[in-house]
């Protein structure tokens, strides 16, 4: 079964300050993966998507993520984060093109924007 | 509707009721998703349908716990007999077709008193 680590429940960063927020998976074969963000009270909004290709993928609100097969990572990334990205992160794998057989996510990192 | 919209938004149910969670999923969407997200968790995979056909339910934490989308658009939750421990945000999402992304709603906040 797979499963996602996201080693960092909380993370606090300054306005314009860059970001990493952390992601492990564990999975036997190649893994669809996939970032979420979450606002209080909000359903889980996509950021980006891993299914194959470029390993480093583009998503919106100028957020990257980087795949690492041999680091079982798909950390997300963004040069200068902005007060409103305050928000619950989500990384999660899917063992099927878009996660047909249900998504596995992580317990999640909490962003905190310090102005 | 553009996106993935569920009811009630909250649910407050003293603890033995029965609870009805209604899910709509984007228009023209085959696959539905329920979700289950304790506070401070990630959301935890329940059940999966792809038209009418619930092809995976193994989720599903009790035989209280029952999934159901008669014509292949709309979905219900029930939760019979409610716990404590069934206390949750319950999220639905749905996708084009089994090998697309998933679009997830607002959720549905329970609270068993």
């Known amino acids: 079964a797979q499963s996602v680590t996201q080693p960092d429940i909380h993370i606090t960063v300054s306005e314009g300050a860059s970001l990493e927020l952390r992601c492990n998976y564990s999975?036997?074969?190649?893994?669809?993966l996939f970032w979420y963000v979450q606002s209080p009270g909000q359903g889980l909004q996509l950021l980006l998507k891993?299914?194959?290709?470029?390993?480093l993928v583009q998503g919106i609100k100028g957020f990257e993520a980087e795949f690492k097969r041999s680091q079982s990572s798909f950390n997300l990334r963004k040069p200068s984060v902005h007060w409103s990205d305050a928000a619950e992160y989500f990384c999660?794998?899917?063992?099927?093109?878009?996660?047909?057989?249900?998504?596995?996510f992580g317990k999640g990192t909490h962003l905190i924007i310090q102005p | 509707g553009a996106g993935v919209s569920q009811s009630p938004r909250y649910k407050v149910a003293k603890r033995g009721q029965d609870v009805a969670l209604r899910c709509d999923p984007i228009?023209?969407?085959?696959?539905l998703f329920w979700y289950q997200q304790a506070l401070g968790q990630g959301p935890e995979f329940l059940t999966y349908?792809?038209?009418?056909?619930?092809?995976?339910k193994s989720g599903l934490p009790s035989d209280r716990f029952f999934a159901e989308r008669p014509e292949g658009s709309v979905s219900t939750l029930k939760i019979q007999r409610t716990q404590q421990e069934d206390s949750a945000v319950y999220l639905c999402?749905?996708?084009?077709?089994?090998?697309?992304?998933?679009?997830f709603g607002p959720g549905t906040r329970l609270l068993v008193l």
């Open positions: 228009s023209g969407h085959v696959s």
């Open positions: 891993y299914f194959s290709g470029d390993t």
């Open positions: 999402a749905s996708s084009f077709s089994r090998e697309e992304t998933q679009y």
């Open positions: 999975y036997g074969a190649t893994p669809y």
């Open positions: 349908f792809q038209n009418e056909a619930q092809l995976d």
């Open positions: 999660a794998v899917g063992t099927a093109q878009g996660g047909a057989d249900g998504l596995t």
